[in-house]
Every structure is written in structure tokens, then in C-alpha cells.
């Protein structure tokens, strides 16, 4: 049984950083694509960032690219998201989530996606 746990969510201030982590069990990285997702208030969920070990690998939405980094550690079985430059637009509750043997090309449809973390709330306060 997959499970997924989100951590490191909190209030930021705006240009600030924060990092999300996402510890996965019951799967191989190896075999999944696992992704970052967010979905604020009236709004739909969106994919954030993916990492897969299937081209191609990795996908950023085009609103946090060069600001938002995604890795993954197998060893420790967790993905994390790197948020730099935090700006007003990206609070929102940060979900983790996975689908099977699949490209990051997937990141772009969260409906895709069958497991799905608890969510993570992120809040940028000025």
C-alpha cells in the first residue's frame, strides 16, 4: 500500500524559501513518477513539479520554473520541492502524489495521478 507524508509547510514572507518534503512507502521511486501539486482556494489543482526516472524526467509549471526545484532522495525514499523566491501567488495546499511507470509528461494532469499525500498548507504573509 503506497502512503505518502507531506512536511515542511508553514507561513513565509514573500521572496523567502521554504522546502517540502514528501516521505513515500510501499513503492520504488524507481518505478513511479512522483510530483508536487497545489491547489488554492477556488481554484483547481494544478501540477507544480515532477520527477520521474522515465524522459522526460522532470516538469516545472511554467509559474515556478527557475524558482522551484524538485529531487528526490531513493536512499531515504523522499521528494522534496526547493521553493526560492516565494511570491503572493503560491499559497496554496501542496499536495505529493504518484502514479506507475510514468514520465513527468503526466505532471500535467493530476487526475492521472492515483496516490495521493494528506496535503500540506503553504501560506505566504507579507
Known amino acids: 500500500q503506497v502512503q505518502l507524508v507531506e512536511s515542511g509547510g508553514g507561513v513565509v514572507q514573500p521572496g523567502e524559501s521554504l522546502r517540502l518534503a514528501c516521505v513515500a512507502s510501499?513503492?520504488?521511486?524507481?518505478?513511479?513518477?512522483i510530483g508536487w501539486f497545489r491547489q488554492a482556494p477556488g481554484k483547481e489543482r494544478e501540477g507544480v513539479s515532477c520527477?520521474?526516472?522515465?524522459?522526460?524526467?522532470?516538469y516545472y509549471a511554467e509559474p515556478v520554473k527557475g524558482r522551484f526545484t524538485i529531487s528526490k532522495d531513493n536512499t531515504k525514499k523522499t521528494v522534496y520541492l526547493q521553493m526560492n523566491s516565494v511570491r503572493p501567488e503560491d499559497p496554496a495546499v501542496y499536495y505529493c502524489?504518484?502514479?506507475?511507470?510514468?514520465?513527468?509528461?503526466?505532471?500535467?494532469?493530476?487526475?492521472?495521478?492515483?496516490?495521493w499525500g494528506q496535503g500540506i498548507q503553504v501560506t505566504v504573509s507579507s
Open positions: 502524489a504518484t502514479r506507475f511507470r510514468s514520465s513527468s509528461f503526466y505532471c500535467r494532469s493530476p487526475g492521472s495521478f492515483d496516490s
Open positions: 510501499g513503492l520504488n521511486l524507481d518505478h513511479h513518477v
Open positions: 520527477i520521474s526516472s522515465v524522459e522526460p524526467q522532470l
